[in-house]
């Protein structure tokens, strides 16, 4: 008798099985799809990234391993390994990824960052970014997206209010007077010294008394970031705003803890979302009274009780409120916005601050110097318990100072530049980047439109064939000799990129390099601080939320004691 054909005994058998055993039958089938994505994705990646002699070039993807949805799960758990990782592989200036559907070219060269932020709004736009960013994170509900375009631009184009007079003048000046009144009674020696909201910051910082009252332990991180974040809500919003919500410092810190999760949308599969979630609530909820007694005192309404008095709210706030009122601007639109901006200010600022703070206490050469060369503009009276801050000459006349914040952000900042293209657009490298990342030539990349062109600027900031030793913390890099007289060095920020650039460049920049130095002369006019152990410094590792500025990973305890 002839033996039957091998193959359609196989395929007999395999139906026999896959009926006995569906689930078995689907893992098989999906475990196969999973990996010939991979196998097929890493074989394209490598295909472009040997096209190192033509002078056009597909962009490369790192590979991933499910299809449609490809890099979003490492991207919402850890964007900046992801990122990173593609940086590591690859000698071009951009690289792509693939999330949802959707391409994202990232951009590593400096002069393909230089054509990125020239390009007119017409063919990149950030418009699609900001609207997904409003409805994922801040929860509006598509609100901002569906205001339309030109009363979306009324109310964003306020935020230029930040870069100019009065509010730079006004917001210096008040978080001056601030500073000078609150540092030296940052962490009370003496019960009787603590101010109201000085009682939260000695609860989060964990402050401990010691050595008969002369000097407190305490957990540096908590105690700037909530320190510098309420003096920063009382310059933005008044004192109302905190007095009303004594809480409300604490939840922005839960809802930035989930920024990257929130953003891709998923739904609430863990505690931790779900807290951030109820914390988002809760500002959204703060805002709204806040947004409606700041007009009702603006419209000349009569407010009573706990916003009576809304006199001090910054210039900026004012200039917002009544852009609003001219748009008609529903509520879950007001609300969203005013927390965004919020958000910016706060979750950033204090954190450059509690870095920048360690890396100077930590060497004593550094601290040495800076304390030399802000001495005559920072002055703290043991005496009177005074300190004097002269924040003009702070910031123009101490560069290794201005250096070292420049250095803080470049190592410690991870913001995002993110635009759609809405228009096919081409991205040339010069020929001196194309050497420095050792390629033969320059190549000319072609970007479609829908997809997306990002600035990883942490990537950036960390690539060793831009920066010099890029994971050592060395203010004299941003450190250049002065035109007018050569003796003489000033700070620039190079190819730093921190805040931006072009239309879309932080409008909040100049504030907040002001706020960090002064908030960082006030401290190290006034207090010594020393690690715990009284032997030496550990500088921990960092991570981050999302976009914005690092947490660190372990704990600072720190003794502080004030200077004589």
């Not at 009065?166 to 917001?171: D, M, S, V």
């Not at 601080?529 to 372990?554: C, F, L, M, R």
Request: net charge neutral.
């Amino acid at each position: 008798m002839e033996a039957s054909p091998a193959l359609p005994r196989i395929i007999s058998t395999l139906k026999t099985q896959a009926k006995s055993s569906p689930y078995l039958t689907t893992f098989i089938i999906l475990s196969l799809w999973v990996l010939f994505t991979r196998l097929r994705t890493g074989f394209e990646k490598s295909k472009r990234q040997n096209q190192v002699s033509a002078p056009e070039k597909k962009i490369p993807i790192l590979p991933y391993w499910i299809p449609y949805i490809g890099h979003a799960p490492e991207f919402a758990w850890s964007f900046d390994d992801l990122l990173a990782k593609g940086r590591d592989t690859t000698k071009d200036g951009i690289f792509g990824i693939h999330m949802m559907g959707s391409k994202h070219y990232m951009v590593l060269m400096p002069s393909l960052v230089h054509q990125f932020f020239s390009k007119r709004s017409t063919v990149l736009s950030s418009e699609d970014f900001i609207f997904w960013i409003f409805s994922k994170y801040f929860g509006d509900g598509g609100a901002t997206a569906n205001i339309g375009s030109k009363k979306f631009q009324t109310v964003h184009l306020t935020l230029n209010s930040l870069l100019k007079e009065p509010f730079l003048e006004r917001a210096t000046e008040k978080t001056g007077r601030l500073v000078e009144r609150l540092t030296p009674r940052l962490v009370g020696l003496d019960e009787r010294e603590i101010e109201v909201r000085g009682r939260e910051w000695a609860e989060v910082g964990n402050v401990v008394r010691v050595e008969d009252g002369r000097m407190v332990e305490v957990d540096l991180f908590p105690l700037l970031m909530n320190y510098v974040a309420d003096v920063a809500a009382n310059v933005l919003l008044g004192d109302s705003f905190l007095k009303n919500n004594p809480g409300i410092t604490q939840d922005l810190w839960e809802f930035d803890s989930k920024f990257n999760a929130l953003l891709t949308g998923i739904p609430v599969i863990t505690p931790g979302l779900a807290k951030a979630k109820a914390a988002r609530e809760r500002l959204k909820c703060a805002f709204s009274e806040w947004n409606h007694a700041a007009m009702d005192t603006m419209n000349g309404k009569q407010v009573e009780g706990k916003w009576s008095d809304m006199s001090d709210i910054s210039e900026t706030m004012k200039i917002r409120l009544q852009a609003m009122q001219s748009v008609d601007a529903e509520e879950g639109f007001a609300v969203a916005q005013n927390l965004a901006l919020y958000w910016g200010l706060m979750v950033n600022a204090n954190k450059v601050h509690f870095w920048m703070l360690l890396h100077i206490i930590s060497s004593p050469e550094l601290l040495s110097t800076i304390q030399e060369e802000m001495a005559p503009f920072a002055k703290f009276s043991p005496e009177t318990g005074k300190l004097d801050l002269d924040v003009d000459n702070l910031v123009k006349s101490c560069p290794v100072f201005k250096a070292t914040f420049f250095e803080t952000m470049r190592l410690y900042t991870a913001g995002v530049s993110y635009k759609k293209v809405l228009q096919d657009v081409a991205l040339t490298e010069s020929v001196e980047d194309a050497a420095t990342f050792g390629k033969p030539i320059p190549q000319t990349y072609h970007i479609s439109k829908g997809n997306f062109l990002v600035i990883p600027h942490a990537v950036m900031q960390m690539d060793p064939r831009i920066w010099e030793r890029p994971t050592e913390f060395n203010p004299s890099r941003f450190l250049v000799p002065d035109e007018k007289d050569p003796k003489k060095m000033h700070a620039e920020m190079g190819h730093l990129h921190a805040f931006g650039g072009g239309t879309s460049i932080c409008k909040g920049r100049f504030f907040a390099e002001r706020e960090v130095l002064i908030f960082a002369a006030g401290l190290l006019a006034t207090w010594d601080v020393t690690p715990v152990d009284g032997k030496w410094w550990e500088i921990p590792g960092k991570s981050y939320n999302g976009t914005g500025s690092a947490n660190p990973k372990g704990n600072v305890r720190v003794r502080m004691s004030r200077r004589v």
